[in-house]
């Protein structure tokens, strides 16, 4: 069932909800205009009213009213996605599940921690510490640990600890009637019927509201080091990560940048670094584990014409050259007054991966934008940004069918159209043309048992469920 060509909640509908959250339901506008963006280049569209949950029940309550009463619900975190996942563009009620924010239980014995989706990583990561543990998806944004699952976000430390799909052990979750749904085992191992965890964890948002977490948890490393190496060209470097990863090198991170994005973290984050093709590494173990790994690199790189090779343990030089690695976005942003970027994401498999890379770079270099190419590329996954005036809207339309052109590519390379960012709003052609309208139907059919009135995010993945 489509969405109706309302514009707006009732009267009688915000008396309602107000009933289940009282005072915790805005119309006031500048709310409104804060929960009808993300940091994607698309253009703002506000919900009819945003409202503040404090706990499962009265997630399930709003749930139940909206599906009864067909209003579109969009659950909303840090806003700090990147494909238009949380745009109302339907209308609707943006469901903020920022004041669900407790961390519940840390088990460290277990290696496990449950948390409220409202919690923000960082903040996670500073309980976690006073343990000797920490979370290890890392996407860069400070998002929210919900809307991490919803998307099934991923990031730097992929490469060793996986994504959120590897993280996720359990979850509390709200069907679109009002269901309350427990899914998962606080165990390292589960055989128990269909996996339904991994089901809602990057469904963003269509098919449950998430409102509790279980999650892996590590032990701090006894060490930590960085590295950073430059090359000539970025085939090179791209090559380069490969090869150390075919070759089993223990790597917890391994980032590329080309030479904008260098230049852009440099000017954002008072760095000097040499402007040219650059791969960043870190290391986790023993003091002794880690030396010997970077020795390691430092010899691989170097027969992929990798020079000025360079590590350290000092831990504030770490956390600087990461630091800048994770505001490479926002650098851009910064360097670029008015702009707004158009950040796409690819992954392919290792062997191609230095090719892809390649393509995209010539794709993008015969059109007028500005661009820069950076990634996670240990795990095959790249990003590619491109500038663009949000004044001229014609520049988005182009930019989009350049984005097109890239994913086909991929595709073609028996890649994905996207690594972590989701579909959204900007890949649900290039979904269909990855898995073939078959494997796409079937999506349909599980969205349409478990929502069948399409309320929650309508329009976003696929097209309209009928």
């Not at 606080?186 to 991994?198: C, E, I, N």
């Not at 892996?216 to 960085?226: D, L, N, W």
């Amino acid at each position: 069932m489509r969405i109706g060509s309302r514009v707006n909640l009732a009267p009688a509908e915000i008396s309602a909800l107000s009933q289940i959250v009282g005072d915790r339901l805005s119309t006031n506008e500048s709310v409104l205009e804060q929960h009808g963006r993300d940091e994607s280049a698309y253009p703002p569209v506000k919900p009819w009213a945003v409202l503040y949950p404090l706990d499962t029940q009265e997630v399930s309550q709003i749930l139940a009213f909206c599906n009864s009463e067909r209003i579109p619900v969009i659950a909303f975190g840090a806003g700090s996605s990147l494909e238009g996942h949380v745009l109302p563009i339907h209308g609707g009620i943006s469901l903020d599940m920022t004041r669900m924010n407790k961390i519940l239980e840390v088990m460290p014995a277990d290696l496990m921690v449950r948390v409220e989706p409202g919690v923000h990583r960082m903040e996670l990561n500073v309980r976690l510490a006073h343990e000797g543990l920490f979370f290890s998806v890392d996407p860069g944004a400070d998002a929210t640990l919900g809307g991490m699952a919803a998307t099934g976000a991923a990031g730097t430390t992929t490469v060793r600890y996986g994504s959120m799909k590897d993280n996720v052990l359990a979850m509390t979750a709200v069907l679109a009637d009002g269901t309350v749904i427990n899914v998962g085992r606080g165990t390292r191992k589960l055989s128990a019927g269909y996996d339904l965890t991994r089901l809602i964890v990057g469904s963003e948002g269509t098919l449950a509201v998430i409102t509790e977490l279980t999650l892996k948890i590590y032990g701090i490393p006894e060490k930590m080091s960085a590295a950073a190496v430059r090359f000539a060209t970025l085939e090179q470097g791209v090559r380069a990560a490969a090869a150390i990863v075919q070759m089993g090198v223990n790597v917890a991170r391994c980032e590329y940048l080309d030479p904008l994005n260098i230049r852009n973290v440099n000017k954002n984050s008072g760095l000097t670094l040499p402007e040219l093709p650059t791969l960043f590494f870190e290391f986790h173990g023993s003091a002794a584990g880690v030396a010997e790994d970077a020795q390691t690199v430092g010899e691989i790189v170097e027969e992929f014409g990798g020079f000025d090779f360079e590590w350290t343990t000092d831990e504030s030089e770490r956390r600087r050259l990461w630091q800048a690695r994770h505001d490479s976005y926002w650098s851009a942003i910064r360097n670029n007054p008015g702009k707004r970027i158009v950040s796409t994401d690819m992954a392919v498999p290792l062997s191609v991966l230095g090719d892809a890379v390649a393509a995209c770079n010539e794709i993008l270099a015969a059109h007028r934008f500005p661009y820069g190419i950076l990634g996670h590329v240990a795990d095959g996954n790249f990003h590619c940004m491109v500038i663009t005036d949000p004044t001229q809207p014609d520049e988005l339309e182009e930019i989009r069918e350049i984005t097109s052109q890239m994913t086909s590519k991929i595709i073609s390379m028996k890649g994905t159209c996207t690594g972590e960012h989701g579909i959204g709003l900007a890949k649900i052609s290039a979904l269909v043309e990855e898995t073939g309208a078959a494997a796409v139907n079937v999506m349909r059919m599980i969205k349409k048992a478990l929502d069948p009135n399409n309320i929650l995010n309508p329009g976003k993945i696929m097209t309209e469920v009928e």
